[in-house]
């Protein structure tokens, strides 16, 4: 049990959910008050003590299953399918439409796993999980399943429209974990095979802060979106915490010494050189056109989530011309204000591909004189031009004028300058091109340098 504990706490840091040896201990001596034959009772004791945050639940339940899960040998799990009776699809079909009506929770598990053994027996161990769980849908047809539970919810005529649409969502979501079940049943048999450190590097899904921007499917921005506010205030605190401390300044040894002469040398009173700390100034640019807007909306949101670090936030975004958008985060729903700036936003002048050189130039010359020593410059985008004149002399200007200026760019480092990318002309004028791709990184950069 201890060699496995430790297997499990390795990937759970491989898969980016941090674990400390403390509460490595902490597991430990949890797991010496729970019976081990109560599955629950030790997946509950083991979470308590090494999950610290709802978004990496997801990782430790996929990886529980595969470390705690599995049966101890492919032989066992056989002889554990033998013991269940022949049926035939039709069969099947009709239990598991019976259970998905009652939404028996312990039954949809038991028909997963009779689907897994029936109609995607894992036993080649070269195939992957995707394989695998083809075979069980394409006997079990979910969509249409779904289509059957709407047809029984339609002949019920004392339902309102509400509870119908209730009804349904409440079967989706029954639907949808059956074949998570599948899923899991389709690892922890992988894992009989191949062991369960094989098969954890594909099974995990990202977490939230490491989920890229730009590939992030419609349930992953979703993720994003909870996660979002709880970093965006950590990170608000820390940089808070920061500059309290940095008030005191730095320890000045001349002025020490001099007054430490009225007690022979011993330095009891210790002077410092104070300094003021001032809260930037920051000019945000960012491109939306295309997949770089999902980047852009979650850097938004995230910096005006602890804009009281700033002295002022002014964003603008552009696709062919640039226009400000300030005013859309005077509220306090910047999912709503997001959604507005997209909508509302005057950026399309031409032909809606993107232009950097017009928009750096339109900002230069209206927005340009605002730029102070105080102020950090901030443009958000892949810098691919179309082809277009770079217009890279706007940088240059505004880092005469401005305290820094950064180039977020959410591709990956190897696909700068390749294509119709222009990267290195414009990070030749900036104090950075920074790869951004994740929430992670995102934060790293800010915390740098605020």
């Not at 060699?3 to 797991?31: K, M, Q, Y």
């Not at 002025?255 to 003021?276: A, C, E, I, N, Q």
């Amino acid at each position: 049990m201890l060699t496995r504990l430790l297997d499990f706490t390795h990937a759970l840091r491989r898969a980016g959910v941090p674990v400390a040896a403390s509460e490595n201990i902490d597991a430990l001596h949890a797991l010496g008050h729970v019976p081990f034959d109560d599955r629950e009772a030790f997946r509950a004791a083991l979470a308590t003590t090494m999950v610290k945050s709802d978004q990496h639940r997801q990782a430790f339940d996929t990886l529980f299953e595969l470390y705690f899960g599995a049966a101890p040998t492919p032989e066992a799990t056989d002889a554990r399918d033998a013991a269940d009776p022949g049926q035939n699809p039709e069969e099947y079909l009709e239990d598991l439409f019976r259970m998905l009506l009652s939404g028996d929770g312990q039954g949809l598990r038991d028909l997963a796993r009779r689907a897994v053994a029936a109609f995607g027996r894992v036993e080649m161990p070269q195939g992957g999980s995707p394989y695998f769980q083809y075979r069980v849908f394409r006997v079990v047809d979910l969509d249409a399943m779904m289509r059957r539970l709407m047809e029984e919810l339609s002949g019920r005529e004392d339902l309102t429209a509400l509870e119908q649409q209730l009804w349904k969502d409440e079967f989706e979501a029954r639907v949808k974990a059956f074949r998570e079940e599948v899923e899991a049943e389709v690892r922890r048999r992988l894992a009989e095979h191949r062991g369960p450190e094989a098969v954890a590097r594909h099974s995990v899904r990202p977490l939230p802060e490491d989920l890229e921007f730009v590939r992030a499917t419609r349930d992953e921005i979703a993720q994003l979106r909870r996660a979002i506010r709880p970093l965006a205030r950590k990170l608000a605190t820390r940089l808070a915490m920061r500059r309290k401390h940095a008030r005191r300044g730095r320890l000045d040894v001349r002025k020490t010494v001099r007054h430490s002469l009225s007690t022979g040398g011993v330095p009891f009173d210790t002077r410092y050189r104070h300094r003021t700390p001032h809260r930037p100034e920051l000019f945000m640019l960012c491109d939306i056109s295309g997949s770089v807007s999902a980047f852009a909306r979650f850097t938004l949101m995230f910096v005006h989530s602890f804009q009281s670090q700033f002295s002022r936030v002014r964003s603008f975004v552009f696709v062919d011309t640039l226009d400000e958008v300030t005013h859309f985060f005077d509220s306090e729903d910047f999912v709503s204000a997001v959604d507005r700036m997209q909508a509302e936003a005057n950026v399309v002048w031409l032909d809606g591909h993107s232009d950097y050189g017009t928009s750096l130039r339109k900002f230069w010359e209206n927005y340009g004189a605002s730029i102070g020593p105080r102020a950090s410059v901030l443009v958000l985008g892949d810098a691919r031009n179309n082809y277009r004149a770079s217009e890279a002399w706007v940088l240059k200007a505004a880092k005469q004028k401005a305290r820094r200026v950064y180039w977020l760019n959410p591709e990956p480092l190897r696909y700068w300058d390749t294509g119709d990318s222009i990267a290195s002309e414009y990070a030749r004028y900036a104090d950075g091109m920074i790869e951004v791709r994740n929430l992670r990184q995102l934060e790293e950069f800010i915390s740098r340098v605020v």
